[in-house]
């Protein structure tokens, strides 16, 4: 939802329910109970205005809530940032150092020969070429 809208379905809000007050004001003079108000077509068209007037705000809310958040994240990070900046340098290449190990370590493992897999012997060469040259004398 538009979040510049806010002030426009808050408007709307305020103007449905002054009909809704009206509306009701209206059918109890006329000596209607409540179950009669109820089935009113009219007082039933106001009160889902109402209804989605409220949806609409409760969206803008959650979206105001949201970009909030994404704010406080950004300065976050971007204080992160400026302290690891102001690290010294000492700090930081011990930091690297450590990955590089860490790094080594595990290429270390995957470098490990793999076991070969015991399948099904490949037929000799040498017979076979044996018996053709014999074929072709």
């Not at 809208?5 to 509306?23: F, G, S």
């Not at 949201?66 to 011990?94: D, G, H, S």
């Not at 370590?105 to 099904?120: L, N, R, S, T, V």
């Amino acid at each position: 939802m538009n979040l510049r809208a806010r002030i426009y379905v808050e408007n709307q809000k305020k103007e449905a329910q002054a009909k809704l007050e009206a509306r009701l004001a209206f059918l109890k003079e006329k000596g209607l109970n409540s179950d009669a108000i109820s089935q009113d077509a009219t007082w039933r068209k106001i009160k889902g205005m109402i209804r989605k007037a409220n949806s609409r705000l409760a969206s803008i809310v959650a979206q105001e809530k949201l970009n909030e958040e994404r704010a406080r994240a950004k300065v976050e990070k971007l204080a992160a940032e400026k302290a690891a900046r102001e690290k010294p340098k000492k700090e930081v290449e011990e930091e690297v150092a450590e990955k590089k190990s860490k790094k080594e370590k595990k290429e270390k493992k995957e470098k490990a020969p793999k076991p070969e897999k015991q399948g099904k012997p490949e037929p000799k060469k040498g017979k076979e070429e044996k018996k053709e040259g014999e074929e072709k004398n």
